[in-house]
């Protein structure tokens, strides 16, 4: 097949995050954040085909800028690319579709044009778009890792070190009540600190007793100190814990997520569904329960 009729297509998964410490470091490769999240079964599907005079990102049919996947592109490639996303997640709110775009991209790119590089040497690509173009610190290496993946050291590969939480396959609820800028709370110093404080005691008491419903409470206690949190995402949160449930905000997103054990799930969905629209994402097994 020539290279002009070939399309390279792949799969990038969400991921969410419970709680975060951000790490600066002048080496892009190093710089980003520890903490721990959750790896989702929504994410964004891309087909890349070769382009014609420059390179074009579409979002669910509709050209967008899409900074953090453009710089991935011209960090692989000096060739214009056509770019074809379906988003399974929503976006701008907490579920990591900028690195899920530029990761499915890189893989997609690899395929397409024969770059012969590696998974690391991609994640490596889309880390450093990802920094640079401040969207995001640390999701595409936990999309890459999946499960419940704990950020112990940040940065992508060989620098930053992952772990997980052992658990089987669960669902998550979500309910998106709106939108947050990474940028905005990134940006903002005195917030920060107070972020980085909580995130770092989150993993240490995280790492000390690594489980769903601790890192779910933890999560609950990060976005509570950190004042991130608008009064209807602590309703939510407050709602959920009342029918049973376990409940925390995406970070960075104005989106609550939540599981429960089985007994408790009717309840927990009834409780979001009064807040917006509850989407069901299921979290990829680590370990599966004899019999």
Avoid: W
């Avoid at 190093?30 to 382009?51: A, E, Q, Y």
């Avoid at 240490?204 to 100190?225: C, D, G, H, I, Y």
């Avoid at 949160?237 to 104005?254: D, K, R």
């Amino acid at each position: 097949m020539s290279i002009e009729s070939s399309a390279g297509k792949a799969f990038a998964p969400g991921h969410i995050t419970g709680f975060f410490e951000i790490h600066d470091d002048p080496d892009p490769r190093r710089k980003g954040s520890t903490g721990c999240g959750v790896v989702i079964d929504g994410g964004i599907d891309v087909i890349v085909t070769p382009g014609e005079e420059k390179t074009e990102i579409f979002l669910d049919g509709v050209s967008v800028k899409a900074d953090t996947t453009r710089s991935l592109i011209e960090q692989l490639v000096d060739l214009p690319v056509h770019v074809e996303c379906t988003s399974s997640i929503p976006i701008g709110c907490g579920f990591g579709a900028s690195a899920a775009g530029a990761l499915s991209t890189a893989y997609a790119l690899n395929d397409v044009f024969s770059l012969g590089l590696t998974s690391n040497q991609l994640v490596e690509a889309v880390h450093i778009a990802e920094v640079s173009n401040g969207s995001g610190m640390g999701d595409v290496e936990g999309q890459y890792f999946g499960g419940v993946p704990i950020r112990k050291v940040p940065g992508c590969p060989p620098y930053g070190v992952l772990d997980r939480v052992p658990s089987p396959s669960f669902e998550v609820y979500c309910v998106v009540l709106g939108e947050l800028s990474t940028g905005s709370v990134l940006n903002d110093d005195e917030l920060m600190r107070e972020i980085n404080s909580a995130g770092r005691s989150a993993l240490l008491s995280l790492l000390s007793r690594p489980n769903v419903a601790n890192f779910m409470e933890l999560s609950k206690q990060f976005t509570l100190k950190c004042g991130l949190a608008s009064d209807r995402v602590i309703d939510a949160i407050e709602a959920v814990g009342a029918a049973g449930g376990m409940a925390s905000q995406a970070m960075l997103g104005e989106t609550v997520f939540a599981c429960s054990d089985g007994g408790a799930k009717e309840d927990v969905l009834e409780a979001l569904s009064t807040f917006a629209e509850v989407t069901t994402y299921k979290v990829t097994s680590c370990y599966q329960h004899p019999g």
